[in-house]
């Protein structure tokens, strides 16, 4: 039966569990994960005054890096993709955010201009605060407004939810019979296996075995069936959230799939 058997952390950055779950089923989930949720990005830039220490194509780049946080899941599944909106991929609110920024520096210090600084027309869809995005001098003004857009990470990075994500094996070990299980203790680079002062071999710690294979003259190292699955979100979604929004977008793919199936019709 497919089912989580140990969640290893769980924070807002990071979900990882041990589970039963098939390997494909787990490898669909972090193929969707990584580039088919979508998010908003800045993709369009509209400069009126630029005194900062950046150039424009710099300030474009630094814009498209920061995370624009959306209220759930719902929220951005009733935005629109710029191409499939009304508007025919012009501007409208309901298929771009528009944030604006104008800001001088009154003081005689260098003054920092983050994220935090952006103003968001949508209350569902706010930029990640206090991300860096240029300096300003002494006097020096910035003045612009950026659109942000649905998109997904297949599109363009800049949409990527996820930094990290992948699916391992754990080991399954069996050590060969009348192997020197001293030897088999301290061949593992990984410590894997525990000195026991009785018997010298105690229980091992499969999580930690990572396949380097300098073990197999004492013990058959094979793939196991718990899998680990390992999330780090980059700050539009929490991670759960995204794991639980990878899992949705699969199911709805089954379910299309198998209305396609349904109606094939066979000559
Ligand atoms: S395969 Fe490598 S890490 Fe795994 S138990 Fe053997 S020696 Fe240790
Ligand atoms: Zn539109």
Not at 26 to 49: D, F, H, W
Not at 70 to 97: H, L, M, Q, R, W
Not at 161 to 174: L, W
Request: aromatic share 6%; hydrophobic share 35%.
């Amino acid at each position: 039966m497919n089912k989580i058997v140990k969640i290893k952390v769980c924070k807002n950055e990071e979900f990882s569990f041990i589970s039963t779950f098939r390997l494909d089923l787990l490898n669909a989930l972090r193929r969707i994960a990584i580039s088919e949720v979508p998010t908003i990005g800045i993709e369009k830039l509209q400069i009126r005054k630029n005194e900062s220490n950046a150039n424009d194509l710099f300030l474009s780049h630094r814009l498209a890096q920061i995370p624009i946080q959306s209220s759930g899941y719902n929220t951005i599944e009733g935005f629109n993709y710029p191409s499939d909106c009304v508007c025919e991929s012009s501007i409208c609110e309901k298929c771009a955010v528009i944030f604006t920024l104008s800001l001088t520096n009154n003081t005689t210090m260098l003054l920092d201009v983050s994220s935090s600084n952006l103003k968001s027309n949508s209350k569902d869809h706010k930029p990640m605060p206090g991300i860096k995005i240029t300096t300003l001098g002494s006097g020096k003004s910035i003045e612009f407004m950026c659109y942000g857009r649905k998109g997904i990470g297949k599109m363009h990075a800049k949409w990527q939810s996820t930094t990290i994500c992948t699916v391992t094996s754990i080991a399954k070990i069996t050590p060969k019979e009348k192997c020197d299980l001293v030897k088999l203790v301290e061949v593992c680079p990984r410590k894997v296996f525990k000195h026991d002062d009785e018997t010298n071999f105690g229980l091992p710690d499969i999580e930690e075995c990572d396949f380097c294979g300098k073990c197999q003259e004492f013990a058959e190292v094979e793939d196991g069936d718990l899998h680990v699955f390992t999330l780090e979100a980059c700050g539009q979604f929490k991670a759960l959230e995204l794991f639980l929004l990878a899992v949705r977008l699969l199911k709805n793919k089954c379910k299309e799939l198998k209305g396609g199936v349904d109606e094939l019709i066979i000559l």
